[in-house]
């Protein structure tokens, strides 16, 4: 028996919590699609994984509806359900937002480069460029650029910084790669128009933003593997060159995994290199062990993560950590807001701000961040990554 009540409750949903502010067209289409039940029909015979309102509604102006009003887009979908269907089907959402790079650019400022960047669910790839991007914050102590080395960039990422103005630098990128269960080329057409398609109608900035990183991309394109990253993570990590430090990124991932596969990529992450995460505050406390809870408390000199010090000892050469890629500093965490010798919290669950995600760096929270990265909001007010001025100008 089909669900259609489930698709009314969720097209409901999304028409009055999660499109009005981001669509008008969309909204309008969710809303028509929850009180029309010969559309809910249509929609219940796709699975439930695949029948999500931003991925149908793709997959419509994929296959040609044009941007109508709802009665004319209702009828195009009676003429072209078993189409709708199977295209639906096949496909997954594949939100690949360069903006991530703003919320992501904290916790790479951490890492002393050459870097090898793996990204989890990498879709075509947008989010493996951070060195290539041009970010602008408007920080509480005014505007914050960061540049790459030769010039502002055609992708300029502008997102908002909850406190003072932080010391940022662009990592040292030298190798990047990404798998997904069905990665896109930036060089080709068909993949390029599905990306661009996924941009809800009305996001004309986030459609100009993607489209020139997908031409970033095409220039230069990364290793992109198709398969199941609990399968393949091992494999790929071992392929990155042994002298740069290899950084597993996780942006937006791991609730589309089962909470199995979700232990297995943070325990192959965590073993490979260092894991950068950006999820739901709730996924923080579904990887046992992996996670720091929103909440425990780290003792002085110690991690909240099992077996990980913030206090890393100190190699032969000065200031720099025993751990590849880690830069310490007296008196200072490897991971941000984590000053040795005093005791530091990690978000609360009660007051954690709506909507957003939860950065962690190696398990450790250390900020918080807009699902798509317009807005970070730090743990704690005086954060410095790196406290040599010179850092923060590379």
Same mark, same amino acid.
């Given at each position: 028996m089909l669900d259609t009540d489930a698709v009314r409750d969720r097209y409901d949903r999304f028409a009055r919590i999660e499109a009005p502010h981001r669509s008008a067209l969309y909204a309008q289409w969710a809303a028509g699609v929850a009180g029309d039940a010969e559309a809910r029909a249509i929609l219940a015979g796709i699975p439930a994984t695949h029948r999500q309102p931003p991925l149908v509604f793709a997959v419509t102006r994929m296959l040609g509806c044009g941007l109508v009003a709802y009665p004319r887009w209702a009828a195009w979908l009676r003429m072209h359900a078993?189409?709708?269907?199977?295209?639906?089907? $096949?496909?997954t959402l594949q939100t690949n937002e360069p903006l991530r790079c703003a919320a992501l650019l904290p916790a790479l400022s951490m890492i002393d480069g050459p870097v090898a960047l793996l990204e989890v669910g990498a879709s075509a790839g947008l989010c493996l460029y951070p060195d290539r991007y041009s970010y602008r914050y408007a920080t509480d102590d005014g505007p914050l650029a960061v540049d790459p080395a030769d010039g502002v960039s055609p992708v300029v990422l502008?997102?908002? #910084?909850?406190?003072?103005? =932080?010391?940022?630098?662009? +990592? %040292? !990128? !030298? #190798?990047? $790669?990404?798998?997904?269960l069905q990665p896109r080329r930036a060089t080709d057409a068909a993949d390029r128009a599905w990306i661009e398609g996924l941009v809800w109608p009305g996001e004309h900035e986030r459609a100009a933003r993607i489209g020139a990183a997908l031409d970033v991309v095409a220039a230069d394109g990364p290793l992109l593997v198709c398969g199941d990253a /609990? %399968? &393949?993570?091992?494999?790929? $990590?071992?392929?990155? +060159?042994r002298d740069a430090t290899l950084v597993i990124t996780t942006p937006g991932v791991l609730a589309h995994v089962p909470r199995a596969g979700r232990e297995r990529i943070a325990a192959a992450a965590r073993a490979a290199g260092c894991w950068i995460t950006l999820d739901a505050p709730g996924l923080h406390r579904a990887v046992q062990g992996e996670w720091v809870v929103p909440g425990e408390w780290a003792e002085p000199g110690h991690s909240a993560v099992p077996g990980r010090s913030t206090v890393p000892e100190q190699s032969a050469?000065?200031?720099?950590?025993? /751990? =590849?890629?880690?830069?310490? !500093? =007296?008196?200072h965490s490897a991971v941000p807001g984590r000053s040795a010798g005093r005791r530091?919290? !990690? =978000?609360?669950p009660d007051p954690w +701000?709506?909507?957003?995600?939860? &950065?962690a760096v190696d398990g450790q929270v250390i900020a918080a961040a807009d699902p798509l990265g317009g807005i970070v909001r730090p743990n704690g007010a005086a954060w410095e990554w790196h406290p040599d001025p010179e850092a923060a100008t590379q």
């Open positions: 078993d189409a709708v269907a199977a295209e639906c089907a $096949a496909r502008s997102a908002r #910084w909850r406190g003072a103005a =932080p010391r940022l630098r662009l +990592p %040292e !990128v !030298v #190798w990047r $790669a990404g798998i997904d /609990v %399968e &393949l993570l091992g494999e790929v $990590a071992a392929s990155a +060159p050469v000065s200031g720099r950590s025993a /751990v =590849p890629g880690r830069s310490t !500093v =007296p008196g530091a919290a !990690v =978000p609360d +701000p709506n909507g957003m995600f939860a &950065l």
